[in-house]
Nanobody, 116 residues
Framework: QVQLVESGGGLVQAGGSLRLSCAAS????????MAWYRQAPGKQRELVAS??????NYADSVKGRFTISRDNAKNTMYLQMNSLKFEDTARYYC???????????WGQGTQVTVSS
């Protein structure tokens, strides 16, 4: 089993920055895909960014503003969010996919609120 715990969310003014962290624990020895999703009230959950084999991918809405990264030694994934906009307001979720088992794990989410 893998446990994911997000942190770093909060309230920030438009134009500001936040860095989200996702700490992974448990059995996560095999290669894995990790990603950040977000869900705003009344909206569908959407993929924000993912990282697979060291290669990042971003939603068009956050490209150039967000950066996804991993610290393998700490089993932690990050999402650096710059130039935040009001429309970035959402609950952000960390996910991990273990490629061998095909199992997907989710964190509890962390709230990001951007004031205009």
């Amino acid at each position: 089993q893998v446990q994911l715990v997000e942190s770093g969310g909060g309230l920030v003014q438009a134009g500001g920055s936040l860095r989200l962290s996702c700490a992974a624990s448990g059995s996560i020895r095999s290669p894995n895909i990790m990603a950040w999703y977000r869900q705003a009230p009344g909206k569908q959950r959407e993929l924000v960014a993912s990282i697979n084999g060291g290669h990042p991918n971003y939603a068009d809405s956050v490209k150039g503003r967000f950066t996804i990264s991993r610290d393998n030694a700490k089993n932690t994934m990050y999402l650096q969010m710059n130039s935040l906009k009001f429309e970035d307001t959402a609950r952000y979720y960390c996910t991990a996919v273990l490629v061998v088992s095909g199992s997907t794990y989710w964190g509890q989410g962390t709230q990001v609120t951007v004031s205009s």
